[in-house]
């Protein structure tokens, strides 16, 4: 018996042939039975469906067995499939069979527990839709999760396999049918479906993944320093994992009077919204700076951006700024909460830059001040400047952070081992990583500004 509007009975089963797209067909079985079921005779009887699952994906039965719907136009109350009265086990497994004499009624039964569907390519497809195969791409519609078997004569193969083209996983010819080859096929169906999901998912999810990866990328600072004498070189590694963004940002631009304004900062917490907003202060930022804002009154501005675009009302960024002079010979600093950079000349310790006297972080106090320090730098120096990840990772298993005292030791040992540049940073960022024992959770950005010789040399 089946589940429909009410009992169908069935004609005894007959030996048959598999009729399949580019495969040859095997041989049935005699008389088209499965095997006796261990323990008995063979099963002819259904066993009651389970409640569906998750919207839009076939909930297995506590047996693991599967559940098949067959629509079939049939008038005179006999199915014209009497091999579903052997279909009762595939793979061991008890089959559930639904029946559904037209598309109105099949969608009433097409839950989420049903795993496939066996549709008869002459049904019509209701409503006088034309269209040969219109039935079957409105069951491709109804049902995107679920694997489809079109039902067809033996001398129509043609249109058979059309319907293999259009969405179908496989056709079988009613004439040459038995029981094993129909569970086969379910099996089969089945299977094929759950991997073409798969991989339409796998597929899917890289395409995001490289789009947002051409995004993220395209909002990364390019360096503005055309014309300048000063070498540049930055890393950044986001806290968030597969991402390439974070809250910390950075930026370097020369003005038209030879001015070179280097910022970096980092907005307070993780994930996607602070990832955003440290783009959007990048961003005003450099126009503020091409505009020809600079020191408190280009962060006071910022701080009002800040506050217009901030999601909660306690989300506040760090900053540091610097404007260095034409000549490269001295500098203006300007701190709003962000530790200070560190300064190493020829022949000399590096050293930290002054952090009294600076300024509150952005969005915290409405009228704060950023007062200007003015450092001397000397005709060759490198400037570092950086994000909280870069000191506060681990030291071991313990409690023990890097510090600023710790990344000063670790940058000059690394000056005397003859690093500069890019591989500076490249050391410094593997060292870190390394005493923290792993990936690093928070955000990371470090920034270096060499004039006249590289750093250490």
Known sequence: MTEAGGSVPFRS???????????????????????????????????????????????????????????EDDPAGSLSVPELADMTVVAGKPVRIRTARNLTEAERLLTDDVHCV????????????????????????????????????????????????????????????????????????????????????????????????????????????????????????????????GGDFYDTVRTPDGTVRAMI?????????????GVELRIAWRALTLAGLSGEALLGTLQEVLEHERADHEIFATLCMLDIAPDGRSAGLHLAGHPAPLLARGGEEPRLLPQDGGGPALGLLAGARWPRLDVGLGGSWSLLMYTDGLIEGRVGAGARRLGQEGMVEMIGRRMK???AGEELLDAAVAEVRALNGGELTDDLAVLLLDRAGRLGR
Request: hydrophobic letters at 35%.
């Open 13 to 71: 089963p007959a030996p048959s042939r598999y009729c399949h797209v580019g495969r040859r067909s095997p041989r049935s079985r005699p008389g088209g039975h499965l095997p006796a079921a261990a323990g008995g005779g063979r099963n002819t009887d259904v066993t009651p469906v389970t409640a569906p699952g998750p919207a839009g994906t076939p909930a297995g039965p506590p047996d693991g067995g599967l559940t098949l719907l067959v629509i």
């Open 118 to 245: 066996l549709l008869d390519l002459d049904l019509p497809a209701a409503d006088g839709a034309a269209g040969e195969l219109e039935a079957l791409r409105r069951v491709l519609r109804l049902a995107p999760g679920h694997a489809v078997l079109a039902l067809t004569s033996g001398n129509d193969a043609e249109r058979a396999a059309e319907a293999v083209r259009v969405g179908a996983q496989d056709y079988l010819c009613r004439d040459e049918l038995d029981g094993p080859v129909l569970s086969r096929a379910v099996r089969y169906a089945v299977e094929r479906k759950r991997a073409d999901l798969a991989q339409r998912q796998l597929t899917e999810s890289r395409l995001r993944a490289q789009e947002n990866a051409r995004l993220e990328r395209g909002l990364l600072p390019n360096p503005l320093l055309d014309g300048s004498e000063l070498s540049f070189a930055a890393r950044y590694r986001p806290g968030r994992s597969r991402a390439l963004l």
């Open 265 to 277: 900062g980092d907005v307070c917490g993780h994930g996607p919204d602070e990832a955003a907003l």
């Open 417 to 419: 081992e003859g690093l």
